[in-house]
Structure formats: structure tokens, C-alpha cells
């Protein structure tokens, strides 16, 4: 059984989103299906911020296509944000290969909260 969950807190100037438990690239997708609904990513917004640093992600390397369809799908909406992702496991190399992989999108993983708040919020 896949349990998670995601809290979303509106910020100023960046949406941020917290995953906890196991998430899948459904519940990514899910995610940003609720975001784009909910017209949660406003106008004032730099960047969305996801924090995985709770989560153990139950997909690897080879799955990363998948997310790169997420991105283009939602391209008009995603790629005027910073992307930035908290992640404090082994597994950051998901994220950073993403950003490998993605060079449209501006997209860059921190350890903290703080460091990636920063980045999104810099001019």
C-alpha cells in the first residue's frame, strides 16, 4: 500500500509543497494536477518549492521520463519557476538528473528549506 501525503503552504513569492511517506510519479502528478486546479501558483510566484526529505521515492533513474512529461505538459505554467527541490537522502540524484535532462527547466536541489527558499527568491 502506497501511503503519503502532501501539505501546500502559499507563500508571497513561492508555492511550497511537503511530501511525506512513499510517493510514485502518480503522486507527483497528482500533486501538480491539484496545484493547476486549485490555481494555487500565482502571478507574484518565482518558484515552487518541493521538499522530499520525508519521502522514499519508489521509482529510480529510468523513470525519469515520465517526470519530464510532467514538466512539459505543465511547460507554459513551470517554466517561468524556479524548481527547487529539498531533498536530504541518497536519493538526490533523482532531482539532479532531472535537471541534467531538463536543461528548459530551471530547476536546482538544496539540503534545506532555507538554501532552496534563498534561491527561489533571488533576483
Not at 40 to 58: E, P, R, Y
Not at 90 to 115: H, W, Y
Amino acid at each position: 500500500m502506497n501511503t503519503n501525503k502532501v501539505e501546500y503552504t502559499i507563500e508571497d513569492l513561492f508555492l511550497y509543497r511537503k511530501f511525506y511517506g512513499n510517493i510514485r510519479i502518480e503522486d507527483l502528478s497528482k500533486s501538480l494536477d491539484h496545484i493547476i486546479k486549485h490555481e494555487m501558483i500565482h502571478k507574484s510566484h518565482k518558484g515552487l518549492i518541493s521538499d522530499f526529505s520525508d519521502v522514499n521515492f519508489l521509482f529510480s533513474p529510468k523513470n525519469l521520463s515520465s517526470i519530464k512529461s510532467l514538466f512539459t505538459n505543465n511547460y507554459k505554467i513551470l517554466s517561468k519557476l524556479k524548481l527547487a527541490q529539498v531533498v536530504t537522502s541518497p536519493q538526490i540524484v533523482l532531482p539532479v538528473l532531472f535537471a541534467d535532462q531538463n536543461p528548459d527547466a530551471i530547476s536546482k536541489s538544496f539540503s534545506t528549506f532555507e538554501a532552496a527558499r534563498n534561491w527561489v527568491i533571488a533576483e
